[in-house]
Every structure is written in C-alpha cells, then in structure tokens.
C-alpha cells in the first residue's frame, strides 16, 4: 500500500559520531527522505553501562512523535547486543513498525535479527543504495524481494541476496551529515535536542574504507570476504572530498581542535599523501592522529604528514611473540620490521606515539608475554603503550581456532562472545589466577617511564625475588599514566588555540 510517510529514524548505539548512520542520512536526503538520527548512549570503555528503562521509554517516545515509515539500527558491534535487544524489544512491544540492521556486525550475521516476516529487514556493507531502495519499496508498496544486499524472511526462512550496488569510487557515497538537521542523544535517562557532535573537541573521520590486512581477531578480512569479486578490499576517497568535509566540521563544530583519522591504514596511494599534506595545511591546519601498521610505515609519509599538524601515531602490535603474531593473529611482520617502525615515528619527531598489545590471552604462554617485554626494550621510544585484552568477536577467524585449539568448547565460546558489555570490557583473561603472568605485565607496563623502567630492568634477570615492589611500581606507572593522559590532552589543545610547536 503506497503512503506519503517520507520518514526515517535511525539509530546509533554508543557512538555520537556515528560515521555509517551520518552516510545513511546523507542518501536518505538525497533520496527524498526526512531522517531523524537517534545517538542511543555514549561510548564508554571503562565504564560500560547497559540502557535503563527511563531511556527505552524516551526512545519510543521520540519515535513515535516522529512517526517514521520504518527505524534502522546500526549494529556495529557485538560487544553491546544486550542494549541492541532491550531496544528491539521496546520497539516492537510498543510500536508497530518495520525495522532495518545494518553495521559491520549486522552484515556478518543479518538472520540473527529476521524475527518478523515482511517487518524485519538486514542490509550487508554499504548500506547508502539499499536503504534507499528499501525505504522506496516500503513506501510505494513495492517489491523489495531483489533489493541487492537486502535480506528478509520469506515463509520463515532467510534470503540473503547477494551483496551489489557497491560504488567502487566511495566518493560517490558523498559526506556524512557532519551537523545533522534532526538529531537527539539519549542518555543518563534525558533525550537531549540536536546533534551532539557540534560541540565535540575532536572531529572523527575515514579517507577510506576497509584493510589490505587479515588479522585473525578482527572482522576486517571477513568483511572484505563478503565483498563482491572486483570490489577493492580498500577503496580510498578523494583528498577533495575528505576536505570538503573538514572544512565543513571545522565551521559547524566551534571548538574542535583536533581531528581523528580512522582508516584502518591511512591512505598511502601515489600522489595522495602530497596532495592532502598541501590541501590539509591550506584548509585544516590542525593537529590530527592517524593508525598505522609495522608494515606501513613509511619515513618521508611520516615526515610530510608531521609538516602539516600529525601529532600522533597510533600503531598495533599486539604481541612480542612471533609465534602468537603470525600463528594465532596471522600478522606477518617481524621484530625486526617493529623495531625499524617505531624508530621511524622516533626519528621523525611525531609528538606521540600509542603502541596496541593484546597479552594475556589463552593462547599465550608465559615466554610469549616475556617476549613481549623483551621486544617493549628494544622498541624506540619514548612511547606510550595500550595493554589490551583479546575479545573474542563473532565471525573472526581465531574464534574457530580457539575451539580447534581446545581453549573453548563452542557453547564456552558463545557465552564468552556474547557476554554482557560489562564483562567482555573487561576481559583478561587469567588476570585473576596466574601470578608470573601478571608481574610480566606490571613489568612490560613499567617500561614505558623513564623511572620505573630503570628500576624494572634492575630487576629483570630475577624478578621473582622483586614480585611485591614490582606490584608497588606498577602502581606509581599507573599514576604517571593518567598524569601523562591530562598533559598529552593539555597539549594538544594548546598546541591548537596558540599553535604551538
Ligand atoms: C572506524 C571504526 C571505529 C571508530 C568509529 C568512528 C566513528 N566516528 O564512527 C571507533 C574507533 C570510535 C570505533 C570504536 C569501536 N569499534 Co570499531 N571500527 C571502526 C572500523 C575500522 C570502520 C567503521 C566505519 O566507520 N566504517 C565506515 C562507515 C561508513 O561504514 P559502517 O560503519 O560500516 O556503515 C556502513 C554500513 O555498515 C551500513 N550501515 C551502518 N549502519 C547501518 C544501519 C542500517 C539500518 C543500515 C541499513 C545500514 C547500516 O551503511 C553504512 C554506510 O555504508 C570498523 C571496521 C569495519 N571495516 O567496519 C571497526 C569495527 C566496526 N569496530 C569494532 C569494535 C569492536 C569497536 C569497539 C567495540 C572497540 C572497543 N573495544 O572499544 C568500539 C565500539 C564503538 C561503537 N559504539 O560502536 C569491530 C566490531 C566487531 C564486533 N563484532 O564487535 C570492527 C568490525 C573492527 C574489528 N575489530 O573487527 N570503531
Ligand atoms: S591491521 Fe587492524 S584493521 Fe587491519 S585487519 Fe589487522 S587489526 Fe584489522
């Protein structure tokens, strides 16, 4: 039955700068659609929180005033599914309307959210030309049947077609919506007017979308897996158009002062780099962060972006044990190749460089962890080190071999991939029961500062006779952490009102 209801709300969890949702709006406009972005809580990794009952009720309040022809949850990640249930819940209990995931995780497992036939719908990867088609179909009455990348109940079983309509020059997608005309965010129980990013201090954005890599704990290669043959697992945007949309969040968000590039691997085509050093320095001219690789990094990139405001690097690699990187993460970079990256970002004066771990997980041995203690020492520095644990995410390609590995049976393994938000937050594992695991640790950890890296290679060849004061050190490097986090904050938003060197 064809209607006149040309609304769209969509929804984004934990995420106020929700880049797939910001795209999603910019389509939806372009197709004819009035959208309504909901930012659904803010991203907090240290304390998590599931959603309250007072925010299920604001949410279905601001839907149904809205009154749209259907509401679209980005589910990028499975690490908050309990909130994402509670949601649909309070959406179909209390609204009748059609609902459409899509995110990295909805794309990786879109029967899980196909409850209702004809009401309930999923969309794979790049969702800008499917919702659009959806969103006509549900409006006119249409066939939605051979929608591509669309999946669907019919007669209770699941049709996944195939994945199409993919623009292999993302340009095309345009900007995301930087300052979104209808927004609100919800959370700690109030529903806030307008679009919480305009008064962000750092603007998050992406050149380009997907990695040319295949580490084993991450969705990346499963998603480039999914990918028709012919599309590029990387596809890069054009320096033109990743500043037409700085240029757009440096007028509309008033005191940004730093900007987050999150590719995967920033962009390293020829020619690229040259032409976004000048347009960057001539437009933007603020300080900004990339990710990078062992594998990637690349001194007269480096030096070039330096020029013209990088002030961060931040780089994985997970583990000191090349056994654990090429056996278990399937990352294929040596010691040595670390080494020489991190003497580059050394060498070529970034203010700071962030190094990713991920350690004590069950396929690492005690040599493994002091392993990585002994590639820490030679690393150049000074630097700052993220000691993560290993979340087991649905669909990657070590969760298979955790089981095969006899780590996990299959029903362990769900429960831990599906745990609440609180617990995979916070996932060590064997943080509680192994005590020379935990004093290696302390140990890598202390190496970072000037102070307690003098006192912990004193102790290195016996540490066990040190185990307490290791534990007292451990605890000053902590202080010194958060201490070093307010100065690196400080700094840079110095460095940006009074450009600072
Ligand atoms: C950039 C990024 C981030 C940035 C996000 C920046 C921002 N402003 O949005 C930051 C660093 C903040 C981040 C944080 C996290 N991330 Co992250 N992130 C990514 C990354 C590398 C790219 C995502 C992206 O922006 N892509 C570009 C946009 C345009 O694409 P998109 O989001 O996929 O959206 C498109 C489609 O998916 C679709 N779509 C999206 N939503 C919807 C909704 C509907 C209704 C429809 C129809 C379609 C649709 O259309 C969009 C436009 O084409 C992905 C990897 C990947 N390849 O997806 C990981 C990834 C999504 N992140 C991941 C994780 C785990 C996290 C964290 C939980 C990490 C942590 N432990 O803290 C948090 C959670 C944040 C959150 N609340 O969701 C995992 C998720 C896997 C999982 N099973 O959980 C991924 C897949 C990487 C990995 N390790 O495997 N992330
Ligand atoms: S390099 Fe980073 S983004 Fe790429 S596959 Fe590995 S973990 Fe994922």
């Known amino acids: 039955m064809e209607t006149n209801n040309n609304r769209v709300a969509l929804i984004a969890f934990y995420n106020t700068k929700a880049l797939g949702v910001r795209y999603l709006e910019t389509a939806l406009r372009k197709g004819?659609?009035?959208?309504?972005?909901?930012?659904?809580?803010?991203?907090?990794?240290?304390?998590?929180?599931?959603t309250t009952q007072q925010e299920l009720d604001l949410l279905v309040q601001r839907v149904r005033s809205f009154n749209p022809l259907f509401v679209g949850l980005s589910v990028m990640s499975s690490m908050y599914l309990d909130t994402v249930e509670l949601?649909?819940?309070?959406?179909?209990?209390?609204?009748?309307?059609?609902?459409?995931?899509?995110?990295?995780?909805?794309?990786?497992?879109?029967?899980r959210f196909l409850r209702?036939?004809?009401?309930?719908?999923?969309?794979?990867?790049?969702?800008?030309?499917?919702?659009?088609?959806?969103?006509?179909?549900l409006r006119t009455g249409g066939d939605y049947s051979a929608i591509p990348s669309l999946c669907y109940l019919r007669d209770g079983q699941?049709?996944?077609?195939?994945?199409?309509?993919?623009?292999?020059?993302?340009?095309?997608?345009?900007?995301?919506?930087?300052?979104?005309?209808?927004?609100?965010?919800?959370?700690?129980?109030?529903?806030?007017?307008?679009?919480?990013?305009?008064s962000t201090l750092s603007y998050e954005v992406i050149a380009s979308r997907g990695c040319p890599f295949t580490c084993s704990y991450c969705c990346c290669v499963n998603l480039a897996r999914l990918l028709p043959q012919g599309v590029k697992h990387v596809r890069t945007r054009s320096v033109h158009s990743v500043m037409e949309e700085l240029k757009i969040a440096k007028k509309v968000c008033k005191k940004l002062v730093f900007v987050h590039f999150y590719d995967e691997i920033f962009p390293n085509l020829p020619g690229w780099v040259d032409e976004f050093v000048a347009e960057y320095k001539k437009h933007i001219n603020l300080p900004f962060t990339i990710w990078s690789h062992p594998k990637m990094v690349d001194e007269e990139v480096l030096r070039k972006l330096k020029s013209v405001g990088l002030t961060e690097v931040i780089m994985g690699i997970q583990s000191g044990s090349p056994h654990i990187r090429r056996d278990v993460f399937h990352r294929y970079e040596t010691n040595e190749d670390i080494i020489e990256a991190t003497r580059i970002i050394h060498d070529t004066g970034v203010f700071w460089a962030s190094y990713d771990f991920m350690l004590r997980h069950p396929f690492e041995s005690l040599e493994d962890l002091q392993q990585t203690y002994w590639l820490v020492k030679?690393?150049?520095?000074?630097?700052?080190?993220?000691?993560?644990?290993?979340?087991?995410?649905?669909?990657?390609?070590?969760?298979?071999?955790?089981?095969?590995?006899?780590?996990?049976?299959?029903?362990?393994?769900?429960?831990?991939?599906?745990?609440?938000?609180?617990?995979?937050?916070?996932a060590y594992w064997k943080r509680e029961n192994e005590p020379d695991s935990k004093m290696w640790y302390a140990m890598i950890y202390?190496?970072?500062?000037?102070?307690?890296?003098?006192?912990?290679?004193?102790?290195?060849?016996d540490p066990t006779a040190h185990r307490a004061e290791i534990d007292a050190l451990y605890t000053k490097a902590q202080q010194l952490a958060?201490?070093?986090?307010?100065?690196?904050?400080?700094?840079?938003?110095?460095?940006?009102?009074?450009?600072?060197?």
Request: proline share 5%; glycine share 8%; aromatic share 10%.
């Open 378 to 426: 030679k690393m150049h520095g000074p630097f700052e080190l993220q000691l993560h644990g290993l979340n087991f995410l649905p669909g990657t390609d070590i969760v298979p071999m955790a089981i095969e590995q006899g780590h996990f049976t299959a029903e362990e393994m769900d429960a831990v991939m599906y745990a609440s938000m609180e617990d995979q937050f916070g």
């Open 158 to 198: 699941p049709v996944v077609n195939d994945i199409g309509q993919m623009e292999a020059d993302i340009d095309a997608y345009g900007l995301p919506a930087i300052h979104s005309e209808r927004a609100c965010f919800i959370e700690h129980d109030k529903a806030v007017e307008g679009d919480p990013q305009l």
């Open 87 to 111: 949601v649909i819940d309070a959406l179909t209990q209390n609204l009748d309307l059609p609902l459409a995931f899509g995110g990295a995780f909805a794309s990786m497992f879109p029967q």
């Open 116 to 137: 209702r036939e004809g009401r309930d719908f999923a969309i794979r990867t790049d969702g800008e030309h499917a919702i659009c088609a959806l969103s006509d179909a």
């Open 482 to 501: 958060r201490r070093r986090y307010y100065y690196k904050k400080a700094r840079v938003v110095l460095k940006s009102k009074f450009h600072l060197g």
């Open 446 to 461: 202390c190496l970072q500062f000037p102070s307690t890296r003098k006192k912990v290679e004193q102790w290195e060849s």
């Open 32 to 50: 004819g659609y009035d959208v309504d972005l909901i930012f659904y809580k803010s991203f907090n990794s240290v304390h998590p929180s599931k």
